[in-house]
């Protein structure tokens, strides 16, 4: 199909309007999640080049190690084509319902971070920190990447950026492209520097959202486009999926686009030796990929595993 990578989003649960007190939000009970994890052990069987990438998992609302073996088995499943992208979320109901505290989930993600790392680069880890304690005990099998999984980071507040500058593997912006967004990206290149460093290998993930972008405005390049991950300066493009690839973003396509304009998409931008075309499926989209018929084979697991895994690609 073109695509280079799968995002997929993350809501454990989801609020009522209606409930006492009422509640506001852009995803309600009604909007269906597929859990991510459980979702990419499926499509690490039904696939074999495509990246599995969250966008975001909320992680200060899970518990960490469990995460990290998640995280882990997912990466050895696939060969190592796990990104995780993390955030610490927007909606309390989910917190309190999952027994954490909404309060300090900006404090937690850090701390959740530094751990998750280190369970995936040591066999044996002891940890004490404000939240977690682990007496030296691991997660096995350790993942395939290394180093180990990238993390990128959502949020664009003042305090947001300046944790992705210390900690995070890149960013996953949901601003449009434009003068404000070069400023915002220039700023956290400053911010990355003062961290001690480089900007060139902190990876920034440009999006738009292709469904709200008429077929005339593509044709006459869609305006600017947004500063990509290896940091090439925003320029005007005539055809965006073009200019995008030259400079290696990394691009999704949302939500519905007619037949003939998602095929001239993937051909403009859908390359995975540049630009990359993402899809963000929905859950209507995963049940059809789901009730799909793979061809499986035998492939056996990375890293001194003798169990084989059932690796397949749909017909």
């Not at 899970?62 to 190592?80: F, I, W, Y």
């Amino acid at each position: 199909m073109g695509f280079t990578h799968i995002l997929v989003f993350d809501h454990v649960l989801g609020a009522n309007p209606a409930r006492p007190g009422g509640w506001k939000g852009p995803y309600t009970y009604r909007h269906g999640f597929h859990e991510p994890f459980v979702l990419f052990g499926f499509l690490a069987a039904a696939t074999r080049r495509v990246e599995l990438v969250t966008g975001i998992i909320i992680l200060p609302q899970r518990q960490t190690a469990l995460v990290a073996k998640q995280a882990a088995a997912v990466d050895v499943l696939s060969g190592g084509r796990l990104r995780l992208g993390v955030a610490v979320g927007w909606n309390p109901v989910e917190f309190e319902a999952l027994g954490e505290d909404f309060t300090t989930r900006g404090r937690r993600i850090e701390e959740q971070i530094e751990v998750m790392r280190a369970l995936w680069t040591r066999e044996l880890v002891t940890f004490t920190g404000t939240q977690h304690r682990i007496s030296d005990a691991g997660i096995n099998p350790l993942p395939v990447q290394r180093p180990p999984i990238p993390i990128w980071m959502g949020g664009e507040s003042e305090v947001v950026q300046r944790r992705m500058a210390r900690i995070a593997d890149g960013w996953m912006p949901h601003f449009r492209p434009g003068a404000p967004a070069q400023a915002v990206v220039d700023r956290l290149h400053g911010l990355v520097r003062e961290a001690g460093r480089d900007p060139k290998a902190f990876g920034i993930e440009g999006r738009i959202a292709l469904s709200q972008v008429s077929a005339s405005r593509m044709e006459q390049g869609g305006g600017r486009v947004a500063r990509d991950a290896r940091h090439h300066p925003i320029s005007a493009s005539t055809r965006p999926g073009s200019a995008w690839r030259s400079r290696s973003i990394t691009w999704r396509c949302c939500g519905a686009l007619p037949r003939g304009r998602r095929a001239e998409i993937i051909r403009d931008g859908g390359d995975a030796r540049g630009a990359g075309a993402a899809i963000s499926p929905s859950p209507r989209f995963i049940s059809r990929l789901i009730s799909a018929k793979p061809r499986v084979r035998s492939r056996r697991i990375p890293r001194r595993s003798k169990t084989n895994q059932l690796h397949g690609s749909l017909r």
